[in-house]
């Protein structure tokens, strides 16, 4: 895996690391999507990488495509946005 396609080049790393998750980690993870999403293929995946870390990608690019990577906080900072309306004028 190619990690310069999976974060942002700012983002810390420690050797094959980043975020403190491996590639190895994410091609492990068991990604998921809503229920509610259709079969098209416009819809995003997510996985618990490690106790502390979130992944989101998208699905449509087959597990080749660049993963988000959240902390448990931030995580459930924008759960809590999206459930209390935030995001609804964007």
Known sequence: MDLSRVFSRDAP???NQVWQVSASEIARAQWRKS???TFNGSCVEIARLRSDRVGIRDT?????GPILIFTENEWQ???GGA???E???M
Do not use: E
């Not at 449509?60 to 080749?64: L, P, Q, T, V």
């Open 60 to 64: 449509k690019d087959k597990g080749s």
């Open 35 to 37: 229920s509610l999403s």
């Open 83 to 85: 459930r209390g309306g």
């Open 77 to 79: 900072a924008f759960l």
């Open 13 to 15: 790393r420690r050797g």
């Open 87 to 89: 995001f609804d004028s």
